[in-house]
């Protein structure tokens, strides 16, 4: 006896996203990365389509943040002292974009805090050490 598979039909559609600007587009990066475009669930592929498959962002900080897991660190190695080199590290890895976290108001172990200058300076410097789209939190 054939077993048939319910289906559900959904009215919506998940509204496409390209993140990125090649050089063609009037941008800095590689490559660019589209995500969305979903008319079903995640996985149901029966149910409707899922035109992108799932993208892999790395997080990377401009300072190593100490409420993070000591085996991240352990992981990346000397990697995490520098934003660049994480980013180039990630880019290593297979990431398909990058995530900087700005540390921004959070105060260093010396009590001061981050100026907005030393913020655009990581932003720019991971910016330009790596091809990949990057989303700057």
Known sequence: ??????????SGKV???????????GGTRT?????????TLPFLFHEGTMPYPPRIAVEIADRW???WSPLL??????AVNDPVAWAKAAEAVG???ILLRLT????????????AAEARKAARA????????????
């Open 65 to 67: 943040p100490a409420d």
């Open 104 to 115: 921004g108001p959070v105060q260093r172990g010396d009590g001061s805090k981050p100026t």
């Open 31 to 39: 490559k660019t990365v589209t995500v969305g475009g979903e008319s």
């Open 126 to 137: 991971v910016l330009g050490a790596t091809g990949l789209p990057l989303m700057v939190f």
């Open 1 to 10: 006896m054939p077993v048939t598979i319910p289906k559900n039909k959904y």
């Open 15 to 25: 509204r496409e996203v390209t993140i990125g600007a090649t050089a063609a587009d």
């Open 95 to 97: 990431a398909d974009l």
């Open 73 to 78: 660190k352990e992981a990346w190695g000397d």
